[in-house]
Every structure is written in C-alpha cells, then in structure tokens.
C-alpha cells in the first residue's frame, strides 16, 4: 500500500499547470506553425493530449500529438527486465524542420529525457526539441533542464513523486511517498 505524505497537486491545480504551459508554448514558438507534441509512454502521452486540447481552444489549431516509447534507449534495460514490454511509437508526421515539445509527467535524473532524445533522433532531425513537464523534482545527473514546468517540487532522493491522471489511473493528482528502499539508479 502507498504511504502518501503529501498532496501537491490535485485535479484543478493541474488542469490550471496545463492551461498555463500551453499558453507558454504557443507564446515562446510565436503561434502553432510546425509545432509536434509528442508524450513520452506513459503519462506524458495524456498530458500531451490535454496540452494540445488546450491550444485547439485558444489557437484554434489542432496539433498533431504523438507517443514515444523509449523503452530500448533507457541506460538500464538491463537492469529492468530480460524481456521488456514494448509499446508502439507513434508520431502522425514526420518530425524533419518541425518543432518537437516532449512531454513527460515528472523530471528527475534527466536520463528518460536523454534516452527520448535518442528516440527522436533515430526519427528525424527536428528544427528544435523543447521539454515540457508537469512536475521537476530536481537531483538531475545529466545537464537537462525543461523549457516549461508545471510546478517545481524539491524532494529528497528518499521520496518517490507520483503522477496519476484520469486516463491510466482514474483520478488527477500528484502525491509524494516515501520510498523505504534505498535510491536506485533508475531513470
């Protein structure tokens, strides 16, 4: 059972998180033209969604949203299972000259950052790759930082950040644990 020990978010602080990033998006690309969100397997898929539900509704322009998976460019494949679960990448248009907003839920180490970057690149070359996140929580180990954050949540390397959204987890929140076990050197 997860011992909570803090409530950082709910549902309307983080509908609020996501109104405000899709407006920082389309005003630092000045508009929409050649913009790709593309959600990193899982969560950033639906936070990718919403963004780009968002800018349809202020721009008045629907993006084109799709999912990375990352799974064989993670640093520690090895260390996670000896027969990984792939799921599909899926990008609608090729990502060459187009501007590419990564969407992830939480930054931490930065290495699923890197290894999404891998991903990108065996793609395509796009114009620019910026990150978006809804929760940084700090203790990077890789010099990535993300162009826009949701909220900044220092933690210690001992408490887990937990990211739940409706469409995997039924309820919208963010929750801050503390992990028994001693830090891994996970992604």
Same mark, same amino acid.
């Given at each position: 059972m997860l011992k909570i020990?803090?409530?950082v978010m709910?549902?309307?602080? #983080? @509908?609020r998180a996501l109104y405000r990033l899709s407006h920082e998006i389309t005003e630092r690309n000045k508009g929409t033209d050649d913009l790709i969100l593309v959600g990193i397997r899982t969560r950033g898929v639906p936070l990718a969604n919403r963004l780009a539900e968002f800018i349809r509704e202020h721009?008045?322009?629907?993006l084109p949203v799709g999912m990375l998976d990352i799974t064989f460019y993670r640093d520690d494949l090895s260390l996670i299972s000896?027969?990984?679960v792939l799921h599909r990448t899926e990008i609608p248009v090729k990502i060459n000259n187009k501007k590419i907003i990564l969407i992830d839920d939480v930054l931490f180490t930065g290495r699923t950052v890197r290894?999404?970057?891998d991903a990108l690149m065996d793609l395509g070359r796009a114009s620019c790759i910026q990150l978006g996140v809804l929760i940084? @929580? *700090?203790? /990077?180990e890789l010099p990535i930082r993300a162009d826009y954050v *949701?909220?900044?949540?220092? +933690?210690? +390397? /001992?408490?887990?950040?937990?990211?739940?959204?409706?469409?995997s987890d039924g309820e919208d929140c963010?929750? #801050?644990?503390?992990?028994?076990?001693?830090?891994d050197e996970s992604l």
């Amino acid at each position: 059972m997860l011992k909570i020990k803090a409530q950082v978010m709910d549902e309307e602080n #983080i @509908r609020r998180a996501l109104y405000r990033l899709s407006h920082e998006i389309t005003e630092r690309n000045k508009g929409t033209d050649d913009l790709i969100l593309v959600g990193i397997r899982t969560r950033g898929v639906p936070l990718a969604n919403r963004l780009a539900e968002f800018i349809r509704e202020h721009e008045g322009v629907s993006l084109p949203v799709g999912m990375l998976d990352i799974t064989f460019y993670r640093d520690d494949l090895s260390l996670i299972s000896s027969q990984p679960v792939l799921h599909r990448t899926e990008i609608p248009v090729k990502i060459n000259n187009k501007k590419i907003i990564l969407i992830d839920d939480v930054l931490f180490t930065g290495r699923t950052v890197r290894a999404a970057l891998d991903a990108l690149m065996d793609l395509g070359r796009a114009s620019c790759i910026q990150l978006g996140v809804l929760i940084d @929580r *700090g203790h /990077r180990e890789l010099p990535i930082r993300a162009d826009y954050v *949701g909220k900044n949540v220092p +933690t210690s +390397t /001992r408490e887990v950040v937990h990211v739940k959204l409706k469409e995997s987890d039924g309820e919208d929140c963010v929750v #801050i644990s503390e992990n028994d076990a001693p830090p891994d050197e996970s992604l």
